[in-house]
């Protein structure tokens, strides 16, 4: 798990409009999958990156 700057990924090409997969968790967060790596916003300038794990149940 990490969290980073959105704008380090956008400079990296990351297009946070294109994802494959939903998760939502109990707390009521939504996690936007691109196959196995989930991206969570946490404000507007920061997100954080997590790898699919198995309970997650895509």
């Not at 400079?11 to 790596?37: A, H, I, V």
Request: aromatic share 18%.
């Amino acid at each position: 798990m990490s969290v980073v700057r959105k704008e380090v990924l956008t400079e990296l090409g990351f297009n946070f409009n294109y994802f494959t997969s939903l998760y939502n968790t109990k707390e009521g967060n939504q996690y936007q999958f691109c196959y196995d790596m989930g991206v969570l916003q946490l404000d507007d300038a920061k997100v954080r990156i997590v790898e699919y794990q198995s309970y997650m149940k895509k």
